[in-house]
């Protein structure tokens, strides 16, 4: 790997988060599920401090960064920006090809962008406790580490098929000082329910969801910390889409195509949203492709929709790009993308045009994962290898066609607690997953009934 020609003591730490929120008018609110009127600040800070439940529901372009928040970042903040000459090499591409990576965080992804002003805020709150979902573990991994620089606990709800997928992603949290378990788990009314229903059940976000938010609703010390798809927290991640706009400006360089993987939509948004906001603002214009699994496709296959954020129905309603929040994804290895839904804010800018989407398969991920390891030299996490096969097959096409281009992707995490998933693809035991379009419209037929004037746009 060839890193673009600046010091990263060069780059300043963003002072302030974008909110893409002011940039899209049309953006639908999150309503109450039982009035169907905007859900409010009030309706939210039964889970979340108030301070947070502002961020989620604001219009305001830039948010201050407290300043100890910005202090905690400064321990691998900025992430570097790579341009990966020898991927170009190998593909024989003239597409110039740059990479964000975010697997220098001591959790080996970007998620403690959020983890950190979440426990930060929930801390000034005397919050004692904070439960959460995960999917692959990077989220809870994230979520723990922080929990112990703020001194608060951490339970972890982590999808049952991951938490035996991935020991070690649960041993990290458990180093950090959470608590981790299979979801659906004893510990739940919803997961004993689950449970007594299908004893086998692998999981899904939604329910891990759904865990973590009856925990934060029955205990008044206790809050909940999402990791993905709220907009609070796609606010807190466009850190990463600021830092590379001003490291490609110290380049001389300026993408016209931006790539990321898409789950719940943080990671994608906060390398994307900056730049897109630029472009509404009437700066350059870029494309922009959502990466997913062919298996879990939301942004390619899913309804536009109010629908819940978690499968029993305890989050507000969300105006997203659904496949129904009952709908419980393949097994597949990426568990980071295995969501029903997406950001809102996602799915509003796919719904404007402002970016594309395109599915995947996990074979072919992986195989696009161990070709940029083996010339860059870092193995990524399943889900950054569906922007590497997305970027991969841009390159060859500028390859084809002889037209260059200048390529930014998102390489959200590492993989060195993925490698059993890797030692599965070279042994020929791994296997593309089959979206299941029955089940969709089976949870489809689910969706949540609209009260009030909104109701008409389900």
Known sequence: MESVKYQLSDIQIPRAWYNIAADLPRLAPPLHPATGAPASV???????????AEQELSTTREIEIPDPVRQLYAQWRPSPLFRARRLERALNTPARIYYKYEGGSPAGS??????????????????????????AGQWGSALAFAGALFGIDVQVHMVRVSYHQKPQRRALMHAYGATCLPSPSRATDVGSRILDDDPDCPGSLGIATSEALELAMNDPHTNYAGGSVLNNVVLHQTLIGQEAMTQLD?????????????????????????????????????????AEPEACPSLTRGTVAYDFGDATGLTPLMRM???????????????????????????????????????????????????????EGIVPAPESTHAVRVVIDEAVRCREEGRPRVMLFGLSGHGHFDLGSYEKYLAGELSDEAFDPDGVARSLTALPEVPGPAGAEN
Do not use: W
């Open 250 to 290: 110290m380049a001389d360089d300026y993408p016209d195509l931006v790539v990321g993987c898409a789950g719940g939509g943080s990671n994608l948004g906060g390398l994307a949203f900056p730049f897109l906001g630029a472009q509404l603002r009437g700066g350059d214009s870029v494309q922009v492709i959502a």
């Open 110 to 135: 970007h998620k403690p962008n959020t983890a950190i002003p979440q426990c930060f805020y929930n801390q000034q709150a005397g919050i004692r406790r904070l439960t959460t979902e995960t999917g």
């Open 321 to 375: 790009h659904t496949l129904g929040h009952s709908f419980v994804p393949p097994s597949i290895h990426a568990g980071g993308l295995r969501y029903h839904g997406i950001s809102p804010l996602v799915s509003q800018a796919l719904s404007e045009g402002l970016m594309e989407a395109r599915a995947v398969p996990q074979t072919r991920c992986f195989e696009a994962g161990l070709a940029f390891a083996r010339s």
């Open 42 to 52: 009030d309706d939210l800070t039964g889970i979340m401090p108030k301070e947070v």
